[in-house]
């Protein structure tokens, strides 16, 4: 953690389908002061989730100098309108549809507000202060609640015509789309389907390194999925460097070996001698972090 002093700071909001993280971080993409966590409760009511989103804001002002900030960066889960900074349908936010969150937010804390999807943001902040510092182009997979993608191009987000590029998840996959498969909630479903009971992603890994058959054909599972989605992507924009991020990277021991196997043979020859996939440097401040960065992009 670095001590408040005179560098310009930013305040960084995460905000996923299971949880929401806030923290204050510099120009030097170090953390300030104390980040709070709390669950997003996204089947709740919208003006619950509002008020938790105006909670961690008001704590992290408590803690910026007013005239150290730079303003407010949030990493929001799509699709979005980034230029109103609307929420969309989002599924992960199923009541918090066509909601105006940017407009909200300066309204109530008058300050500047840049607000992306939250793997563009998250990547982003990979690619100036992480794994992908450095590095030209990124192509940035986030594998929490859903599937999201970016593609970071000498230090800018590629954000598409409509703002939505990146929104993979609705891909189709075998019977349905690629989220079913590749995500938290789509490990659970697929351990369901196989052994007939529903469990969470954290317990399906750990029966998986106990060696529970089932559970490593779930993430076999994954991994060919993950490698589908990569394929595509990585033909299409030729990057440096991919970077895998969200929670379901802690579980990354029990598909990346398989990942990195298969990949080879959908990719052209010259991109698999050198692209690396590499996983956050960020570690679980991440989203915030990157959030954060919008505002110094």
Same mark, same amino acid.
């Given at each position: 953690?670095?001590?408040?002093?005179?560098?310009?700071?930013?305040?960084?909001?995460?905000?996923?389908?299971?949880?929401? +993280?806030?923290?204050?971080?510099?120009?030097?993409?170090?953390?300030?002061?104390?980040?709070?966590?709390?669950?997003?409760?996204?089947?709740?009511?919208?003006?619950?989730?509002?008020?938790?989103?105006?909670?961690?804001?008001?704590?992290?002002?408590?803690?910026?100098?007013?005239?150290?900030?730079?303003?407010?960066?949030?990493?929001?889960?799509?699709?979005?309108?980034?230029?109103?900074?609307?929420?969309?349908?989002?599924?992960?936010?199923?009541?918090?549809?066509?909601?105006?969150?940017?407009?909200?937010?300066?309204?109530?804390?008058?300050?500047?507000?840049?607000?992306?999807?939250?793997?563009?943001?998250?990547?982003?902040?990979?690619?100036?202060?992480?794994?992908?510092?450095?590095?030209?182009?990124?192509?940035?997979?986030?594998?929490?609640?859903?599937?999201?993608?970016?593609?970071?191009?000498?230090?800018?987000?590629?954000?598409?015509?409509?703002?939505?590029?990146?929104?993979?998840?609705?891909?189709?996959?075998?019977?349905?789309?690629?989220?079913?498969?590749?995500?938290?909630?789509?490990?659970?479903?697929?351990?369901?389907?196989?052994?007939?009971?529903?469990?969470?992603? +954290?317990?399906?890994?750990?029966?998986?390194?106990?060696?529970?058959?089932?559970?490593?054909?779930?993430?076999?599972?994954?991994?060919?999925?993950?490698?589908?989605?990569?394929?595509?992507?990585?033909?299409?924009?030729?990057?440096?460097?991919?970077?895998?991020?969200?929670?379901?990277?802690?579980?990354?021991?029990?598909?990346?070996?398989?990942?990195?196997?298969?990949?080879?043979?959908?990719?052209?020859?010259?991109?698999?001698?050198?692209?690396?996939?590499?996983?956050?440097?960020?570690?679980?401040?991440?989203?915030?972090?990157?959030?954060?960065?919008?505002?110094?992009?």
């Amino acid at each position: 953690m670095s001590p408040i002093g005179t560098r310009d700071l930013a305040i960084g909001l995460d905000i996923g389908g299971t949880k929401m +993280k806030c923290g204050v971080v510099d120009a030097g993409g170090n953390v300030v002061g104390t980040p709070r966590e709390v669950p997003t409760n996204a089947r709740g009511p919208r003006e619950k989730i509002v008020a938790g989103i105006l909670d961690l804001l008001n704590e992290a002002l408590a803690q910026v100098p007013e005239n150290r900030l730079r303003g407010i960066g949030i990493g929001c889960s799509g699709p979005l309108d980034i230029i109103s900074g609307t929420i969309l349908k989002c599924n992960t936010l199923p009541t918090m549809h066509n909601y105006p969150l940017k407009h909200i937010i300066e309204l109530t804390t008058c300050k500047e507000v840049r607000m992306n999807n939250d793997a563009n943001a998250m990547m982003l902040g990979e690619a100036v202060w992480g794994a992908g510092r450095g590095r030209q182009s990124l192509l940035g997979i986030t594998l929490g609640t859903g599937i999201g993608c970016a593609f970071i191009n000498s230090g800018r987000i590629w954000t598409g015509f409509t703002g939505n590029s990146g929104e993979i998840w609705q891909s189709p996959y075998r019977e349905g789309v690629i989220e079913d498969y590749v995500s938290g909630p789509g490990l659970s479903r697929m351990y369901k389907d196989l052994a007939g009971i529903e469990i969470g992603g +954290k317990e399906i890994a750990e029966r998986a390194r106990a060696g529970e058959e089932l559970a490593l054909k779930v993430f076999e599972q994954f991994a060919d999925g993950l490698v589908f989605a990569l394929a595509w992507t990585l033909n299409t924009i030729d990057p440096d460097a991919v970077i895998l991020g969200g929670s379901v990277v802690d579980s990354s021991d029990l598909y990346l070996t398989r990942v990195k196997g298969l990949l080879p043979k959908y990719i052209t020859q010259e991109a698999a001698e050198h692209i690396e996939i590499l996983t956050a440097g960020l570690g679980n401040n991440a989203g915030f972090i990157g959030a954060a960065a919008l505002m110094f992009e």
